[in-house]
């Protein structure tokens, strides 16, 4: 630089090398002590970015779920949304009589035989109605039973002629949030073609119908996952998933078969933490840090303290979400 020493003043947070190595070059300084280091590059990643958001939702998804998504959906692979549901799938098997399909489609919930008969599209006898199933442990004869008497959903082949009108065919590359592998089981029954399956978690169900060249688990070594986890899973799903409420089944459109999505009040907090999302993707990939892999118990971690503690904010920002799965249940609640 040219200049004089006593011009000069140097500022530095480390008192060895920037105060003492100054003062002994003669030249003034000025310690200005920073914060601890992030714990990690991808930390250090997230603070940068956080001050770059606008509204409090966008920060949360930048933070708590931008790593995961991320890191779990291989963002440089083509990828589609398919909108699919155990729920959509039911009447298709009802009305091939393949009960054991029905059964695995079923919610593990207490349920009428009106509710049972409405979640696969069918017209329920009234004798039948009020007829109490614990799905949880269902008595199979019993249930198969009971499923005779329904009658053949009237939609029933739309479900297979949007799934060949969506593209699934043999080979393709199934990403589920769900723990179980149902809906791979369910697709691969359907179709009569096998997918490969990549698991966000586990449970005890996965492994007794996949072995691990079908089934790939992204989460937790692949072993079952946390109490922790279950807990806060149906949140998982609704905050990354779209904002249009549970597929229920298909109608034809004009030239096309659509989607019939249960009614759900739009919820903009979520549009702002899937920005967030998106905003970390973008960020991440145009990085120096894009060809290092996130760990996955790196990538969940922030979810889990969110489930386990959350600050004041995410408690206010959640609370009042809830989450449709053969009934509408809250998702968060402060206490």
């Not at 920037?18 to 000025?30: Q, R, Y």
């Not at 509710?115 to 007829?131: G, K, R």
């Not at 249009?244 to 004009?254: I, K, M």
């Not at 990085?287 to 969110?306: G, K, M, N, R, Y």
Request: glycine letters at 8%.
């Amino acid at each position: 630089t040219e200049l004089d020493a006593r011009q000069v003043l140097f500022i530095g947070d480390s008192w060895r090398a920037d105060v003492a190595g100054a003062a002994l070059a003669g030249i003034a300084s000025w310690h200005l002590p920073t914060g601890p280091a992030p714990a990690s590059d991808l930390d250090a990643f997230i603070q940068n970015r956080l001050q770059l958001c606008k509204t409090a939702g966008e920060a949360l998804g930048i933070s708590v779920l931008g790593p995961l998504v991320y890191a779990a959906l291989y963002p440089d692979e083509e990828t589609e949304y398919l909108r699919v549901s155990r729920r959509s799938l039911a009447p298709a098997f009802l009305a091939a009589g393949d009960y054991a399909s029905v059964r695995a489609a079923l919610p593990r919930q207490s349920l009428t035989g009106a509710q049972i008969a409405a979640y696969c599209a069918a017209v329920c006898p009234p004798e039948l109605a009020v007829q109490k199933f614990d799905l949880k442990a269902p008595d199979t004869t019993e249930l198969d039973i009971f499923l005779q008497k329904l009658p053949a959903p009237e939609n029933a082949e739309a479900v297979t002629a949007y799934l060949r009108q969506m593209g699934v065919r043999e080979g393709n590359i199934l990403v589920d949030i769900g723990s179980g592998g149902t809906t791979q089981l369910l697709l691969e029954r359907l179709l009569g073609v096998q997918l490969h399956g990549l698991q966000l978690s586990a449970d005890e169900r996965l492994r007794s119908r996949f072995d691990e060249t079908r089934t790939e688990v992204f989460l937790f070594g692949g072993q079952p996952a946390p109490r922790l986890y279950w807990a806060g899973q149906p949140m998982l799903e609704r905050l990354i998933s779209e904002d249009v409420g549970a597929t229920l089944g298909y109608r034809a459109a004009e030239d096309k078969i659509e989607a019939v999505a249960a009614s759900q009040p739009v919820e903009p907090l979520l549009a702002g933490i899937q920005q967030g999302v998106r905003n970390f993707a973008v960020a991440w990939r145009d990085s120096v840090l894009h060809d290092w892999p996130i760990p996955p118990e790196q990538a969940i971690a922030p979810f889990l303290q969110l489930v386990e503690s959350p600050t004041a904010l995410q408690v206010k920002l959640l609370g009042d979400l809830t989450v449709e799965d053969g009934g509408v249940y809250p998702l968060a609640a402060p206490e």
